[in-house]
C-alpha cells in the first residue's frame, strides 16, 4: 500500500489543526480512521477525510438512517444500520440511541425497524436519537405470538391474539415506502 494507506483506528491528524470528516472520526485528541483507505487532508475546509474503494458508508451528523434494532437495554438502544437517507449500506456499522427521557415501557424491542437521526460521533462511537415525531418504530410484530400488528395512539394491538404494548412509533409507521429499493 502507499504511504497514504490507513487502517482503522489509525491517527491521521490533530483535532487542533484539522475536523473529522468523512470516514474519520475525533477521540477527543485525535482524528483517526474509520475505514481502511487513502487519507485525504483538505487544507482549504481543515478536514481530514479517507477516502476508501468501495466507499463504506459512515453517516454523518444531521443523517436519518434506517436500521435494526440490534440490542435493548435499559437506557440505550444499539442500531445496525441498514440505510442511510434512503440509500442502502452493506458497511453494517452500529449506533446508540438514549431512550433514558421516553416515557415507555417498551421504546423498542429487537428486530424491530427504527428510523433515527445522527447526533454526534463521540469516541469513536456513532450517537442518534428517537425523539421527533417521524423518527422512531417503522416496523414491529408481536413480542406474544408474532403476528402483524396496528397503531393504536400511541401503542400497538396485535391482530392475531390481541396483546398490547407500547413502543415508540415513527410517523411512518405501517408505511411500506419509507425505503428506496435498489433498481
Same mark, same amino acid.
Given at each position: 500500500?502507499?504511504?497514504? !494507506?490507513?487502517?482503522?483506528?489509525?491517527?491521521?491528524?490533530?483535532?487542533?489543526?484539522?475536523?473529522?470528516?468523512?470516514?474519520?472520526?475525533?477521540?477527543?485528541?485525535?482524528? *483517526?480512521?474509520?475505514?481502511i483507505?487513502?487519507?485525504?487532508?483538505?487544507?482549504t475546509? %481543515?478536514? !481530514?477525510?479517507?477516502?476508501?474503494?468501495?466507499d463504506?458508508?459512515?453517516?454523518k451528523?444531521?443523517d436519518i438512517?434506517?436500521g435494526?434494532?440490534?440490542a435493548?437495554?435499559?437506557?440505550?438502544i444499539?442500531?445496525?444500520?441498514d440505510?442511510?437517507?434512503? +440509500?442502502?449500506?452493506?458497511?453494517?456499522v452500529e449506533?446508540?440511541?438514549?431512550? *433514558?427521557?421516553?416515557r415507555? %415501557?417498551?421504546?423498542?424491542?429487537? +428486530?424491530?425497524i427504527?428510523k433515527?437521526?445522527?447526533?454526534?460521533?463521540?469516541?469513536?462511537?456513532?450517537?442518534?436519537?428517537?425523539?421527533?415525531?417521524?423518527?422512531?418504530?417503522?416496523?414491529?410484530?408481536? %413480542?406474544?405470538?408474532g403476528?402483524?400488528?396496528?397503531?393504536?395512539r400511541?401503542a400497538?394491538?396485535?391482530t392475531?391474539?390481541?396483546?398490547?404494548?407500547? %413502543?415508540?412509533l415513527?410517523?411512518?409507521?405501517?408505511k411500506?415506502?419509507?425505503?428506496?429499493? *435498489?433498481?
Open positions: 500500500m502507499s504511504e497514504n !494507506a490507513t487502517y482503522p483506528g489509525e491517527k491521521i491528524a490533530s483535532i487542533e489543526e484539522y475536523e473529522a470528516g468523512y470516514n474519520a472520526f475525533d477521540d477527543g485528541d485525535m482524528v *483517526r480512521a474509520a475505514t483507505g487513502q487519507k485525504d487532508i483538505d487544507k475546509t %481543515r478536514t !481530514a477525510n479517507i477516502k476508501h474503494p468501495k463504506l458508508s459512515i453517516p451528523v444531521g438512517v434506517i435494526t434494532i440490534a435493548v437495554m435499559s437506557s440505550m444499539a442500531v445496525s444500520i440505510y442511510i437517507n434512503g +440509500n442502502p449500506t452493506t458497511s453494517k449506533c446508540v440511541c438514549s431512550t *433514558r427521557n421516553i415507555k %415501557r417498551n421504546v423498542a424491542l429487537v +428486530n424491530d427504527a433515527l437521526k445522527i447526533l454526534n460521533h463521540l469516541n469513536g462511537t456513532i450517537h442518534a436519537t428517537i425523539d421527533e415525531p417521524n423518527l422512531g418504530i417503522l416496523f414491529t410484530k408481536c %413480542r406474544k405470538c403476528g402483524k400488528v396496528v397503531p393504536m400511541d400497538i394491538k396485535c392475531e391474539c390481541s396483546w398490547i404494548d407500547e %413502543r415508540k415513527s410517523t411512518d409507521f405501517g411500506s415506502d419509507f425505503i428506496k429499493l *435498489r433498481e
